[in-house]
């Protein structure tokens, strides 16, 4: 769906739990363009992965 006044775009997927990490390789793949609104545990695992790529990084 595209929100006329922002240009944003939300998108619903859906997906076997068994691809989970694959979908979520996937959207990180994205970086800063997309935020994951859910579900709660794939958001989770989403941001401990950008903070374990962060402290490589910069740590």
Do not use: C, H
Request: charged share 30%.
């Amino acid at each position: 769906m595209r929100d006329l006044e922002t240009g944003q775009y939300t998108v619903e997927l859906w997906y076997d739990e068994q691809d989970e990490t694959e979908l979520l390789i996937m959207l990180l793949s994205f970086g800063p363009v997309i935020e994951i609104l859910g579900p709660d545990n794939l958001r989770s695992q989403a941001k401990e992965r950008l903070e374990k790529q962060y402290r490589l990084l910069y740590e």
